[in-house]
């Protein structure tokens, strides 16, 4: 493969670790890493020659006006989690930093959204717009964007759906981190049944596609609209597969219907914000096509329960023997 100028924004969060981290290893393209704190980046930079860290924001990108316009690939983590810049951030900063690429060098961009921003067959959600968190509505705002630019038929977006990830030398990802403290509730969580289901993919499972797409941008007929996850889960098969792992018996479960959930908040008088109610209704976050290493003839590395258990540090046969790597 011929050597790229590659951008990595975000490149000190969880995922953007992952990506930095595999190519680095992994290829010889030259790289460019954004971040705001370089003492949060844990990533070895002086692994090899061709890796540079920038350190700025997105706020100020037109700082690197000068370089954006001889980078190749551009691979967008950066995000906003909350707050009064989410907006600003995750969609009128990101818009500027690809006008700022040069359409005539860079031969694709890949975008970080979120699966929230979509429905069960792919398609926009309309409630991600309308009663979404800050950060669910600002993405769905910029995939509306996105379409409307220059550089849109190079622009490659990707959505996370619940990700996992994390070690000493990475930040955890909010979903890893409160594995351990679940599983001390297994005893009473395996005599309860839930309607719902889900999909997750692990931080270094999403740098495997990514460094593929890197090497391997979609053709015009192939779809530039990739959801990342691994095959569907149900709520009572995670539940089992946590079990089978625990050594937990399960001698009999009681159905956890959506009335009763519902009675509980009017009782206890529990506040629940809009989207917060609307994912409780909506239960099964499920999406018609999902994508992961396997799918393009790569090894998985965190592709069951049993995986994300061993990954997040818990030891099987017990609740009380848990440990991070």
Not at 14 to 22: L, N, Q, V
Not at 103 to 114: A, L, N
Not at 203 to 221: C, E, F, M, S
């Amino acid at each position: 493969m011929s050597q790229k100028r590659i951008l990595v924004t975000g490149a000190s969060g969880c995922i953007g670790h992952y990506i930095s981290e595999a190519l680095i290893q992994e290829t010889d393209h030259e790289l460019f890493l954004l971040v705001r704190n370089p003492d949060k980046l844990q990533v070895d930079i002086q692994a090899r020659p061709g890796i540079t860290v920038l350190q700025g924001d997105m706020q100020k990108i037109f700082q690197f006006a000068d370089l954006l316009s001889t980078i190749d690939t551009a691979v967008l983590t950066a995000t906003a989690w909350g707050g009064s810049l989410t907006f600003d951030i995750n969609v009128l900063k990101t818009i500027e930093l690809i006008r700022l690429l040069n359409p005539e060098r860079c031969d694709q961009i890949i975008y970080f959204s979120t699966a929230s921003v979509l429905d069960r067959h792919n398609q926009p959600l309309k409630e991600a717009g309308e009663i979404g968190t800050d950060y669910v509505r600002s993405k769905y705002a910029c995939l509306q964007r996105l379409s409307q630019l220059q550089l849109a038929p190079k622009i490659t977006t990707v959505f996370p759906t619940l990700v996992l990830g994390g070690d000493t030398n990475k930040p955890y990802s909010h979903l890893t981190s409160g594995i351990p403290e679940v599983t001390k509730y297994i005893n009473w969580i395996r005599f309860l049944k839930a309607d719902g289901s889900f999909h997750f993919i692990h931080g270094r499972d999403i740098a495997t596609v990514v460094k593929y797409l890197i090497d391997h941008p979609p053709q015009a007929d192939e779809p530039r609209r990739l959801v990342l996850g691994q095959t569907q889960l149900t709520v009572d098969e995670a539940v089992e597969q946590v079990c089978a792992y625990l050594r937990k018996r399960i001698y009999f479960r009681i159905p956890l219907s959506l009335s009763l959930a519902n009675l509980i908040i009017v009782v206890f008088k529990i506040q629940m914000a809009a989207w917060d109610r609307f994912c409780m209704n909506y239960r099964h976050f499920t999406y018609a096509h999902v994508i992961n290493p396997d799918s393009f003839g790569l090894p998985n590395y965190c592709a069951t329960m049993s995986d994300v258990l061993k990954i997040s540090g818990v030891e099987g046969g017990g609740v009380n023997s848990l440990k991070r790597n």
